[in-house]
């Protein structure tokens, strides 16, 4: 029994049970972390190229992002230039085509009227009625009524730019800029006959701010006018008054 053992070769000789755990543990464990470096590392090295592969897809959703929407602004912002902008210039364009047109035909009609009555400023002197007209007799008499009614057209229709006792100084803002300025009937209403005072209302005169009134003034209301004129603003003169 001795002998045998005395012949047994050194490094054959068992190690005791602890220790050969032991290092087949730490073997287990050398070759377990060996083995999860191996799994990690390509995984890792394949992550971090789809991760930069995200990162560009991100970056194209980014010009994307940039193409598209950013497009849309601006495409928006053209449609807003284009629309509103030519609506504002359209509009512009019609206010000065209606309003400004109405404008300076409004003022055409100011300068003809102007024209109208350019003549009646020099009022009894500087128009000359048909020799017909010059002739003619007032039908009406200077009575009570027709000068009343008289007196109610003249301050309707003549006292604005005569004023209210036909001194020539009417209360219409126009009239101060008259040239020549309106008659002072008061002085001069006895200068003109009947026939020629209706005459002159009826068709007015371009040379002066004196309009026509044929066409709102009936005959009676013409021949009381003149009555009024003659026998009330100029106080009974026209029996004196010669022209």
Known sequence: MLMNDSKRPIG???LPGPVLHSL???????????????ITAPGQADASPGHDTGGHAHAA???NDHAAHGGDDHAHGDDDHAAHGGDDHAHGDDDHAAHGGG???????????GDDGHAHGNGGHGWQAPQEWAERESPL????EPLAYGQQVYQR??????????QGDGLAPASIYYDPSPTNLALH??????GEYAWHIKEGNSMSAMPRFQNKLDEEAIWSVVLYIRHELAGGQAADHQH
């Open 24 to 38: 087949r543990q730490a073997a287990l464990l050398v070759g377990g972390i060996a083995l999860a470096v191996a």
């Open 12 to 14: 054959s000789l068992p």
């Open 189 to 194: 209403g006895a200068a003109h006959a009947a």
């Open 157 to 166: 229709y003549c006292s604005a730019c005569h004023g209210p006792s036909g």
């Open 103 to 113: 404008d300076h035909a409004h003022g055409n009609d100011d300068n003809t009227h």
């Open 141 to 144: 008499e200077p009575d009570a």
């Open 61 to 63: 959703h980014g010009d």
